[in-house]
């Protein structure tokens, strides 16, 4: 017995000398020496020195009422009692049962010794009073000492026991609350994982429905291939356009089996770029299953694996073999619509050249027959002179022939003739050269236009379209040619050039018509010069018309927009000016405009045209 506090005990009994007698047989002392002992008790000492034997505290109640009272105190003290001995009659107050049935309603773990020399209660009546318990025994007076004591070891070790246990049991508990709390810690955020992770989950699977909703639903077809070139993944768009079914695509080589024959060259030159990374607009023409070919419009790029290895292409691609289409008939269109307004302004300028060329055919045929009548004059001369000469030779010469000589002479106004004849020669040479000039502009005017741009001298361009425009504005207008010598040649569609230029100053001559109310001998100017500006060369045609008013500024340029009177113009003229400088040459067509003042229409193109288209995607 290992406990070094004392074992309070408590005695009830209605008998002031069993207290002593608890006292004595409980004390160190009495157990250590019989000396020791109260006078008359002869208690038989210990072999074992007194300090193993256990120290007890005793109190003593006189009745039960005062015993529940001592209890109920050492538990408000927090020293409760080992054990009880309790009398089983008492001579007032509670006997013994009801004393203990007191007690252990206020403190159910006391120990209790029934201390009893009557046989009014059987352990019988006990056990049915408070059932079966290790906390009571009963002891029979007259007491034997060795009983007492060993009975008081016995419950105080006991006591210890299940004070051990008890505190041993109340840790485990605290530990198993702990580990439960700690368990139900982990358990809660467990759950609250588990709950995040679900959300998370679902999160994703909305995510990845509304995904694939909108892969499926895309009109663009969208693909996966493997670095085989096997097919992994397709949407129904890619089976719209193809005509094939999800399993007939599915696991087979994607590009043998859209790009067979000559067509897999496409995939070739698309794996050459694909080494440089992704690919954007690259237009491919796939084979369908009927054999039809669609043009379509991809974009491709590597989807990586964890170590950084392309592990799968995804291409985006939009069928665009309609708008192709739209795209050549519009063309087409234009194309026509520039050759038909050409046709149709050479048809208009057609009256202008035939008066530009009659002037000088007329004059050409007056020097003509005065060419003729002269020497139908000259002719009788020339004759007599002969005759004459020949006589002279021969020595037969007459007066009469030298008389008919100089008949001839007054006749014919030799003087006149020779004045006059090299002046109607250089002028006919002339009125020729005028009307070749008008030939060789005509000529190049009607260019039927080469599908390849060639250098050309802008200079010369714009030279024969005023000579072959002339009519357009010579009555209305004087013409500035403010022409750069050396300007470079500059490549050039040459038949639609002289086009635009034709345009722009019959547009001038009509501006200025307006101002001055058409052929009323009264002119305005059209200024028109070539420059070169850096990688630019410029050419401006200035007039001094009515200027742009502000509010059609923006307008001019669209198709079929004019401001004259129905059946004078059909709105085309700038429309085309600028599809021409802008569409085919990656020039520019701006204009600048001062009501009353007049306008200056700019064309700017490019020396290196294919330098210019590559800046402006850079730009864009
Ligand atoms: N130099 C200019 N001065 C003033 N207005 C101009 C000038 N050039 C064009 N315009 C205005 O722009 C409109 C559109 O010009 P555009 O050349 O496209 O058609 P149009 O001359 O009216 O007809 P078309 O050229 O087809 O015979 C003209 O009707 C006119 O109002
Ligand atoms: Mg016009």
Redesign the pocket.
């Known amino acids: 017995m290992s406990a070094t506090h004392p074992y309070r005990t408590l005695i009830i009994d209605d008998n002031e000398s069993v207290h002593q007698l608890f006292v004595a047989m409980l004390s160190r002392e009495s157990i250590h020496s019989a000396r020791s002992q109260p006078a008359g008790l002869a208690l038989p000492a210990e072999a074992i020195p007194a300090a193993q034997f256990p120290l007890f505290e005793v109190d003593s109640a006189f009745g039960g009422e005062q015993g529940l009272e001592c209890v109920q105190k050492a538990l408000a003290e927090k020293r409760p009692y080992t054990m009880a001995f309790v009398d089983m009659r008492m001579k007032s107050g509670w006997n013994g049962i009801e004393t203990i049935g007191h007690i252990w309603r206020e403190c159910a773990d006391l120990q209790i010794i029934i201390c009893t020399g009557h046989t009014d209660f059987t352990w019988h009546d006990i056990i049915k009073r408070f059932g079966h318990t290790d906390r009571l025994l009963m002891l029979k007076k007259p007491f034997n000492v060795m009983d007492v004591r060993q009975l008081a070891y016995a419950l105080a070790e006991k006591w210890n026991l299940f004070n051990q246990a008890k505190s041993h049991l109340e840790r485990l508990q605290n530990l198993v609350a702990e580990r439960t709390a700690k368990l139900q810690e982990s358990n809660e955020s467990l759950q609250h994982n588990i709950a995040q992770y679900k959300e998370a989950q679902e999160d994703l699977r909305r995510q990845r429905d509304y995904n694939d909703e909108i892969i499926k639903g895309t009109p663009a077809m969208v693909a996966g291939i493997a670095p085989s070139g096997l097919a992994t993944f397709v949407n129904p768009s890619v089976c719209k356009h193809t005509g094939c079914l999800p399993e007939e695509i599915i696991g087979r080589d994607w590009w043998r089996l859209f790009y067979p024959g000559p067509e897999y060259r496409q995939v070739e030159h698309l794996f050459s770029l694909l080494q440089h990374g992704p690919v954007r607009d690259y237009e491919m023409v796939l084979t369908t299953k009927t054999g039809g070919k669609r043009t379509v419009n991809w974009n491709f790029f590597n989807k990586c694996d964890e170590a950084g290895r392309p592990a799968e292409l995804i291409a985006f691609g939009n069928d665009v073999t309609e708008q192709k289409q739209a795209e050549q008939g519009r063309r087409l269109m234009e194309l026509q619509l520039r050759h038909a ?1 050409k046709l149709e302004s050479v048809g208009q300028l057609a009256a202008g050249i035939a008066h530009e060329v009659n002037t000088p055919a007329q004059y050409i045929g007056d020097n003509i027959r005065f060419l003729q009548q002269s020497f139908a004059q000259l002719a009788p001369l020339l004759r007599q002179h002969e005759s004459l000469l020949r006589a002279l030779k021969e020595n037969t010469a007459t007066p009469e022939l030298v008389a008919g000589c100089e008949q001839a002479l007054r006749q014919c106004d030799l003087s006149f003739l020779i004045a006059e004849t090299p002046r109607a020669l250089e002028q006919s040479l002339e009125g020729i050269n005028s009307v070749t000039r008008i030939v060789h502009s005509m000529r190049d005017f009607s260019h039927p236009g080469s599908a390849e741009k060639i250098p050309i001298d802008l200079n010369q361009t714009v030279e024969s379209t005023l000579i072959v425009a002339a009519h357009e504005w010579k009555y209305i207008a004087n013409m500035v040619k403010d022409f750069q010598p050396d300007l470079p040649r500059v490549p050039c569609l040459p038949g639609e050039l002289n086009q635009v230029i034709l ?2 100053v ?3 001559a ?2 200025i018509a307006d101002v001055t109310g058409g052929d009323t001998g009264q002119k305005g100017t059209i200024t028109i010069s070539t420059r070169r500006r850096g990688d630019w060369v410029e050419i401006q045609v200035a ?1 001094t ?4 008013p502000e509010a ?1 500024r923006d307008k ?2 669209d198709p079929f ?4 009177s129905v059946g ?8 085309i ?1 600028r599809n021409v400088i802008v569409g085919r040459h990656n020039g520019t067509l701006t204009f600048q ?1 001062q009501l009353g003042v ?2 200056v ?1 700019t064309i700017r193109l490019p020396i290196h045209p294919a330098q210019a288209s590559q800046l402006e995607e850079k730009a864009a």
Do not use: C
């Open positions: 307004q345009n722009l019959v547009n001038a009509h501006a007039d018309g009515t200027g742009i059609i001019v340029f927009f004019t401001t004259r004078e113009g059909t709105g085309q003229g700038l429309a000016a405009s007049g306008t229409f």
